[in-house]
């Protein structure tokens, strides 16, 4: 039987401790029960191909960004995003687009040389965090181009308002920046 003392028994212990990986990663998905059940597209539908969206530098990471009064960004070292924000954030606008009667059917970049959409969508988000003190800021810029010439057909915007989030559950953060999602691209179907 091996004796081990006491100090490297600790010390053992606290590398251990150390190396254990506490962080935590989390996914947009579209609130449950928030996509509208149609009767299918209306008659007038268009076919939408959706860019991946521009982001500003500060959400080109996977720790999740936090803004703590005006001019301040923190990020969380512990709570990072699954994946790289464009494409969740995609794949949130994808679904919302789609449960829309004004879309016909949504693609997503990059889409294949067979796919012909009536118009092409870039989507830039502006403010995409939560607040340290609960609020939750979504503001996002779009136009909206013909897809074979390339033409400028429409540009819009949406700001979320009166989201909300519990500081320290990054949960009900990821939630409340889908349901943003969810409000902008209503807003996008909307200008179609």
């Known amino acids: 039987m091996a004796i081990v003392s006491l100090p490297v028994a600790a010390l053992l212990a606290w590398g251990c401790a150390a190396s254990a990986d506490h962080t935590r990663t989390y996914l ?9 059940d149609t009767d299918g597209p209306d008659a007038d539908a268009v076919s ?6 521009e982001l500003p530098e500060f959400l080109q990471s996977r720790r ?6 005006a001019h301040e960004i923190v990020y969380s070292d512990l709570h990072q995003w699954a994946q790289p924000l464009g494409t969740s954030v995609n794949d949130v606008l994808v679904r ?4 829309s009667p004004k879309v016909s059917s949504v693609h997503r970049a990059p889409w294949s040389d067979r796919v012909r959409p009536d118009c092409v969508v870039r989507l830039r988000l502006a403010e995409f965090e939560g607040a340290l003190d ?4 979504v503001r996002a810029d779009w136009s909206v181009y013909e ?4 033409l400028l057909l429409s540009e819009g915007n949406h700001t979320c308002r009166g989201l909300k989030w ?3 559950d990054f949960n009900t953060l990821a939630d409340s920046l889908a349901k943003g999602l969810d409000e902008v691209a209503e807003a996008l179907a909307r200008s179609l």
């Open 64 to 69: 999740i960004a936090l803004r703590k009064g």
């Open 48 to 53: 939408v191909a959706l860019r991946l969206p």
């Open 166 to 168: 519990t500081p320290g």
């Open 134 to 137: 609960g609020s939750v800021n």
């Open 28 to 36: 947009l998905a579209s609130p449950a029960g928030q996509m509208s």
């Open 96 to 99: 919302a687009l789609a449960s």
């Open 147 to 150: 897809s074979e010439k390339d």
